[in-house]
């Protein structure tokens, strides 16, 4: 994807990250011990972006060194505090990951700390997709933006060629004195009016515009993940801890599950697994999960992969072939075949298979819910699901990672997240 522009550079608060609650809680923190008064939380709010020093002087009228002590004594707080009461504007990743990917020079520049920056990146995991970080250093209390976007680009760039992302007015009037493309991201602290005033050349409320400017038209297409694996080998729990990692890495991430997702699809599942159903043909089960697949596909899955976001399905067509195919012994072909409609929409580009023999999965299962009807299955029914699985797994070891699912919830789920991170970094 060949993008207008070679370099985008961001500011971080307000732009990438909410940082609003740390910053604001270590600036009343620092005011409080210099025995001042804290001001209210609107005029709190106006220390998000701007140098600290500058407006400690001019909101809580302190002078040059009251402010300087201020500083410090924000910094103390922050430092190891502060700096984690934030989070990443939720999309922000993908957007960062898909301008990495089609080979822009992505970078930060700001004026918190250089370190903080890094360890922040770092912190977040969006370090993979920058190729440079710009802060001030610990000796200076205010820096010139100009200063920092111009260190923030790779030498010799001709400022035409950069676009730079900021909520502040004094993102975009440095960005604009040197003649970089500036976007205004109105969702940060800007106030009413300010970033079309500072002269942006566009300015959005919303990050997912902001996202399709910065690429042209073209959001970025999303991320599909699957897991699978026997009954009773602890998805549910790992889906919940993967979708808080993601979440913290700056994704939206779309939690569904199949047979269901969506509420016609959810009506199948309730048909399928009923134990009112015993006695349905295996073509007619294998015709049911497919139908209540390609609903779920066209309403939830697509929907979100076409607007960036990724998709954590609890199952998709592995469990068909394995409980399908083999475990009702309907073939793969056929399976596959009945399952074109929604797997020519959209595939899994990962999927993890929890792998846990079938003594362990039955002890678990024995303290849990009731059974349903596929779970009342005899044990040879369990052992070629498992053989569905175990060829699956060999015939395509790219896309499914096996994950030794006996082990304790973190260290199942340190596997998880190194195939996940591996995915989403490359
Ligand atoms: P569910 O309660 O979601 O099971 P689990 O918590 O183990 O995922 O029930 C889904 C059942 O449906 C499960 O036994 C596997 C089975 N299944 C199929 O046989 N084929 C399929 O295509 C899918 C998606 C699930």
């Not at 797994?393 to 919830?409: C, H, L, Q, T």
């Amino acid at each position: 994807m060949a993008l207008r522009y070679d370099c985008y550079l961001f500011d971080f608060d307000g732009t990438i990250a909410d940082t609003g609650e740390g910053i604001t809680k270590s600036v009343a923190y620092s005011l409080e011990k210099l025995g001042r008064p804290v001001p209210d939380q609107a005029i709190l709010d106006r220390f998000i972006g701007p140098p600290l020093h500058d407006s400690y002087m001019q909101y809580c009228g302190l002078n040059e060194e009251e402010a300087e002590r201020a500083v410090a004594l924000y910094r103390e707080r922050y430092t190891d505090v502060g700096l984690y009461e934030s989070h990443l504007y939720p999309g922000i990743a993908m957007l960062l990951r898909a301008l990495h990917r089609a080979g822009a020079w992505v970078a930060i520049a700001s004026a918190k700390p250089q370190f903080m920056l890094e360890r922040l990146a770092k912190h977040y995991g969006i370090d993979a997709y920058l190729d440079n970080i710009v802060g001030i250093g610990l000796d200076r209390h205010s820096a010139d933006k100009r200063d920092l976007i111009l260190r923030a680009l790779p030498e010799g760039t001709e400022p035409g060629r950069a676009c730079m992302a900021g909520d502040r007015r004094f993102d975009i009037g440095a960005a604009k004195a040197l003649g970089l493309f500036a976007v205004g991201a109105d969702y940060g602290y800007s106030e009413p009016g300010e970033l079309l005033a500072a002269g942006a050349d566009a300015v959005f409320e919303d990050l997912y515009a902001m996202a399709e400017c910065l690429l042209d038209g073209q959001a970025p297409r999303g991320v599909f993940i699957s897991l699978e694996g026997s009954d009773g080998c602890g998805k549910s729990t790992q889906i919940a801890l993967l979708k808080e990692h993601l979440q913290r890495r700056g994704f939206d991430v779309v939690l569904t599950r199949e047979p269901g997702g969506c509420p016609i699809s959810e009506r199948i599942r309730e048909v399928i697994l009923s134990l009112d159903s015993k006695g349905m043909s295996s073509e007619c089960e294998a015709l049911l999960y497919a139908a209540s697949r390609v609903e779920h596909v066209r309403e939830v899955v697509e929907p979100a992969l076409k607007s960036g976001k990724i998709v954590i399905c609890d199952r998709f067509l592995d469990s068909s072939i394995a409980y399908q195919a083999y475990g009702r012994e309907l073939g793969e072909a056929f399976v596959r075949q009945i399952n074109e409609p929604a797997t020519r929409r959209a595939m899994p580009q990962r999927t993890l298979l929890l792998e846990l023999n079938r003594d362990q999965a039955r002890r678990r299962m024995a303290n849990g819910a009731p059974l349903d009807r596929l779970e009342i299955e005899k044990e040879d029914f369990f052992a070629r699901v498992q053989q569905g699985y175990d060829a699956l797994a060999k015939a395509e070891p790219e896309r499914i990672v096996r994950i030794d699912a006996s082990r304790g919830i973190d260290q199942v789920f340190s596997d998880v997240r190194a195939a996940i991170d591996g995915l989403l970094d490359t």
